[in-house]
């Protein structure tokens, strides 16, 4: 081998790159929560192994763990079976960027810091500065598609150096030199203080003792006269070709020492041990360069990857190969995070996505909120429904199917399951209950199944952090209301009409005697903060739905025609209440104040005012279809109001469930115990005057 090899230009075989899904995978991660929208180059490492077999190459690879974490640090080095290489990584945010990034003289840049490293010395400290790579990328994160190509910069020498004698190891080595060699060689590689040292010195002395040194030792080995071997991790397999690696360290070796003959190792091993008869060494001449003397120089600089049809740019679809769920919780995050580098960099998504939601009615209104949340961020949903999906639904309600029609399954399941299908990630529950109402009186049998439902109701609304009310019936959102009034939890009401809608956001809860000293703010699990009210005047909170209503809830399904029974509304209003709903629920939780927070009307945005980034936090919010416009309410709350005024909930407190019992018995209980009754028969005893003294009956005015 070594007469065939004599006298010709010495070749290497390049680095072969692995790069692990997990990489990807990372990067995703980081171009979302850390980079966004910055192209600035990355730092990160490679991590290669001297070939651990006689017929296969060993890859240079790129893990999961080559990236920074969030917080900036890289990987630690030192691992046992792998050394590690620092790299850099330019990412751009589009494929046009991608197509038009300089690659020639990103190379030359890389070369460069080798150069510079060589010439400073720094190599003799960290001789991994030698094997530096580059990597350009374009990530698709809505495809998982990814376009990238690698360099493993090396300097060119000129003229080349010439191969004088390349053989295995075990040839070049006497019997005791071998044996020697080979014992050094493992206990250098089982040290984690040198495992990861890519380049080294063999010194053998004259007793044929070898000894494995840094290089910064070199001229110590020198002194002492021994034979030296320049070695290096050998990536590469074959017979006839000393790996990449031994690139830069001839050029390190000749510019920084102006060694003119080198004797090399070829490392490599086998099952972790050092295998002569696989490892090569060889002698090489190296004609020094008269322009290296000058000091302004910068050698040539090649190693570019190319795959099998000689191109450096590469593709990979990660699409069908990356888990489904966790492509899709990236996918339904991308929009949020898009967002917020945009426009919104106050966005919480945390406080999104743990925030509980309890949604009251799951028919049109229900079906729509849920996925309006989804589409927020928002991850935790229960449903509650006590009715079956209906042939007339699945048109109307979009998590229901012809085939849920026909079974007559469970809304509240069905449409949990379908959540599901939509998003694996969801934390959806359905449950099968009714809510008990005033106005319907139950009998005496009924009674516990009914107590029953008002005491999971209660629980159900003190574990979540928001509740919907969108029920059908005005008197099945008077036990939420109050319950939520009484727990001081974010309230969002959406009612329809024919053509007509209401969306409003509850004000909070009245305080009890030992809570109006109170005035810290109660956070909840999902990090939304509730807060205290310091007076308990009812004038200066927020109106509830029922604050505006003279008489009590009652019973409005008996004796109604085919058109009362159903909810008839025009098919584009129940979309349009849904997202207001969900829309101010999110302006909600990113107010300062929460629940607490002023009632806000368009003239603040209009006069750029609202300092919120989602901009007014309206109380409520009328529109009409008929008229495709839409008005900006508020109202306060009402110390006559049947469910959430001060009265109502401290009898509430007292006596619990025996006066919800009570006032679902007893239809005119509410109106006795809010004063509802004084004030209509105040009204009725209220006699006008007509004013008989006109000149003309047609216009005849009310005197007040």
Request: proline residues 5%.
């Amino acid at each position: 081998m070594s007469g065939e090899n004599k006298g010709s230009v010495l070749q290497f075989a390049p680095f072969q790159s692995s790069i692990d899904e997990g990489f990807w995978h990372g990067l995703c991660s980081l171009k979302l929560n850390k980079f966004k929208t910055n192209e600035d180059p990355i730092p990160i490492m490679g991590f290669y192994a001297p070939c651990s077999n006689p017929h296969v190459s060993t890859h240079f690879n790129l893990l999961g763990q080559s990236l920074s974490t969030e917080s900036g640090e890289l990987p630690t080095r030192g691992n046992r079976n792998k050394c590690s290489v620092p790299g850099t990584l330019y990412n751009t945010n589009t494929f046009e960027g991608y197509q038009a990034i300089d690659k020639k003289t990103l190379l030359k840049a890389e070369g460069n810091k080798i150069w510079d490293d060589i010439r400073s010395g720094k190599v003799e400290e960290d001789s991994s500065l030698l094997l530096r790579f580059l990597i350009v990328s374009f990530a698709d994160l809505k495809r998982f598609h990814f376009n990238y190509s690698i360099a493993f910069p090396a300097l060119v020498l000129d003229p080349p150096a010439t191969l004088v004698d390349l053989k295995p190891a075990s040839e070049w080595f006497t019997a005791k030199e071998a044996e020697s060699v080979s014992a050094c060689c493992n206990e250098w590689r089982k040290s984690s203080l040198t495992a990861d040292i890519p380049f080294f010195l063999v010194c053998i002395s004259s007793n044929s003792h070898a000894t494995i040194r840094p290089l910064k030792d070199l001229k110590a080995c020198q002194h002492e006269d021994h034979k030296i071997l320049f070695a290096f991790y050998d990536p590469y397999h074959g017979p006839s070709n000393p790996g990449w690696p031994l690139r830069n360290y001839l050029a390190f070796i000749s510019a920084r020492w102006n060694i003119n003959t080198v004797q090399f190792l070829c490392y490599r091993e086998n099952r972790g041990f050092a295998d002569l008869s696989s490892s090569l060494v060889g002698q090489a001449l190296i004609q020094p360069s008269q322009a290296w003397k000058d000091e302004e120089h910068v050698p040539n600089v090649i190693g570019w990857e190319v795959n099998s049809k000689k191109k450096v740019s590469r593709h990979i679809d990660l699409s069908t190969s990356m888990d489904p769920t966790r492509r899709v919780i990236s996918a339904a995050d991308l929009n949020l995070k898009l967002m917020r580098w945009r426009a919104l960099p106050s966005l919480n998504l945390n406080m999104l996505s743990g925030t509980k939601c309890l949604l009251l009615g799951a028919g049109t209104l229900g079906c729509q909120v849920a996925r309006m949340l989804m589409a927020w961020g928002v991850r935790k949903i229960t449903l509650v429904d006590s009715g079956q999906v209906a042939m007339s639904n699945p048109l109307r309600q979009s998590l229901y199917t012809f085939d849920d029609s026909v079974k007559g399954d469970k809304k509240a399941v069905v449409a949990a399951e379908s959540l599901r299908k939509i998003f694996p990630a969801v934390e959806v529950e359905g449950i099968v209950m009714s809510i008990p109402m005033p106005g319907h009186p139950v009998s005496s049998k009924d009674e516990k199944n009914v107590l029953d439902d008002c005491k999971r109701l209660q629980d159900l609304v003190e574990s979540h952090d928001a509740v919907f009310l969108l029920t059908d019936t005005r008197e099945s959102r008077w036990l939420p209301t109050l319950l939520c009034a009484n727990a001081n939890k974010l309230t969002i009401t959406a009612a329809l009409g024919f053509d007509s809608f209401l969306v409003m956001r509850h004000g909070s809860g009245p305080l009890s005697a030992t809570d109006e000293s109170k005035t810290e703010p109660v956070t909840i699990s999902a990090g939304v903060e509730k807060m205290s009210l310091s007076q308990s005047d009812s004038k200066l909170r927020l109106g509830c739905y029922f604050c505006n209503d003279v008489v009590a809830p009652v019973d409005s399904t008996a004796n109604r025609t085919l058109d009362q029974q159903c909810t008839v509304t025009r098919p584009g209003l129940a979309p349009i209440a849904s997202a207001l709903a969900v829309e101010l629920f999110v302006g909600i939780l990113h107010h300062p104040l929460g629940i607490s927070a002023e009632a806000e009307f368009g003239k603040s945005l209009d006069s750029g005012n609202s300092e919120q980034p989602l901009g007014i936090l309206p109380h409520q919010i009328r529109g009409a279809l008929s008229q495709f416009s839409q008005m900006i309410l508020v109202g306060h709350s009402s110390n006559s109001c049947t469910a959430c005024c001060p009265t109502v909930v401290s009898e509430y407190r007292k006596r619990g469930l025996e006066f919800i019992l009570q006032a679902i018995n007893h239809p005119t209980y509410l109106e006795d115990l809010t004063g509802l009754t004084e004030l209509m028969k105040s009204a009725n005893s209220f006699e006008l005057d007509w004013d008989e003294t006109t000149d003309n009956d047609d216009d005849d005015c009310l005197e007040i």
